[in-house]
């Protein structure tokens, strides 16, 4: 048995005496290229990664009860609203919330977490915590659930029981990710295809920044909000138009002066971000991952220069692992204003190198530290069958 989930199994019963009835695991996920264009419905590959959560549950009679092994504290929560003291828990919390509102039968529950995925790197061990719970729910209450309502079900979870207006990128990726593969996901049609990666020997270098601006969270939000209103500008003009992805860059470069200058500079990003998705397709499929790159480059620079979500340890860390043979290209990944950022190398590389190169000038130019996980993509969430 996978350790992981050896591992809930017996915080499970450690801490409540019996075992526990049923379990699933669900990947941490890493945004590859298509940065804020989930929300804006474009296209973004993605990965789901070798790192998981798994949560083990059991029926309980009035109370939600939660263990983790992250944290010391075991919970006991009587009334399903956000927690303020005990905030890890509003994961799973809100997924119950929402599937009892969605008319799911489930009941108060026990539960207990153990995590492989990095907290506060950029890796969404939250859409893995909520994913991993509304599966495990439903093995316990006994439904099944279509995995894209359990996806905007958990979506509906973050917004509400954690305040983040996130888009749909990191439940899908969790949900829908395959092992040596990376997912487009054009999120219009919430459609999404897995892309070979098949004789291209990489691997994923994400590296926590050490950095998380105070006003990440509220900067997301705002910038959806001045995405909203380019794309507002454009439908203005042409009733077409329905958000940025259906503004090309033709229609872009005619709006020139009479769109705001934030307003242009965020759709500027969008649109070359969604361009650039479609420019790695074609990349990934003549093998040409020194063109691949290039584009994480160019992802970063137009992040720094017009969605302005890049800060200068970010854009310290892409400079150095560009400095590094072996490094086909880095950007930040994510919501940005902090974070992490994703390199993509060449498998063969010394890996212990990569880290002392970055880690030494990373410290030298900011006074950082930064830490760094390798990843490889992986198969989606799933429920453990026992
Ligand atoms: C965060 C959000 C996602 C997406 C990315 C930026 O990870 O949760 O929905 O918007 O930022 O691409």
Redesign the pocket.
């Known amino acids: 048995m996978d350790k992981l989930v050896a591992d809930v199994e017996e915080l499970y019963r450690s801490s409540f005496a019996c075992a526990a009835q049923c379990c699933a695991r669900a990947p941490g996920r890493v ?1 590859v290229l ?6 804006n419905e474009g296209l ?1 590959l993605s990965a789901a990664i070798d790192r998981h959560l798994c949560v083990a549950v059991g029926r309980s009679d009035n109370t939600f009860e939660f263990v983790s092994g992250s944290f010391p504290e075991r919970v006991v929560i009587s009334e399903v609203v956000p927690q303020k003291e005990y905030a890890w828990t509003n994961y799973a919390l809100g997924v119950y919330h929402w599937l009892k509102a969605a008319g799911y039968p489930v009941a108060p529950f026990r539960m207990a977490v153990t995590s492989t995925i990095p907290q506060g790197a ?1 890796l ?1 061990s939250s ?1 893995a915590f909520e994913v991993a719970s509304g599966l495990a729910l439903g093995d316990l209450y006994g439904f099944k659930i279509d995995k894209q309502e359990l996806a905007h079900l958990c ?1 509906k979870a ?1 917004h509400t029981f954690a305040g ?1 207006n ?5 439940q899908y990726s969790v949900l829908f990710g395959k092992q040596q593969h990376l997912l487009l996901i054009d999120f219009r049609t919430l459609d999404y295809r897995p892309i070979s990666l098949a004789g291209l020997d990489i691997v994923f270098a994400i590296t926590e920044s050490g950095v998380t601006h105070r006003l990440g969270e509220s900067a ?1 939000n705002d910038r ?1 909000i001045e995405c909203e209103s380019a794309a507002r500008y454009f439908s203005e003009k042409d009733p077409a138009v329905h958000s940025l992805r259906d503004v090309n860059p033709g229609k872009l470069h005619q709006a020139g002066d009479e769109l705001q200058a934030s307003a242009l500079k965020r759709a500027q990003h969008v649109i070359g971000e969604i361009e650039r998705v479609k420019a790695a397709i074609e990349l990934l499929e003549q093998k040409d991952l020194r063109g691949f790159g290039k584009l994480l480059y160019g992802s970063h620079e137009s992040s720094l220069v017009n969605f302005e979500n890049s800060c200068p340890e970010l854009d310290s860390l892409v400079r150095i692992a560009s400095q590094f043979e072996g490094a086909y290209g880095s950007r930040l ?4 204003f902090g974070g992490a950022t994703l390199s993509v190398l060449d498998c063969t590389i010394e890996k212990h190198t990569f880290v002392r190169h970055l880690t030494d000038a990373y410290a030298r130019e900011t006074g950082h530290t930064c830490a760094i996980h390798f990843a490889t993509p992986a198969g989606g969430a799933e429920i453990i069958e026992r």
């Open positions: 945004e298509g940065n804020h264009t989930d929300y973004v950029g969404s859409a979506r973050e983040a996130c888009g749909l990128l990191d997301y959806r990944t994510g919501g940005g």
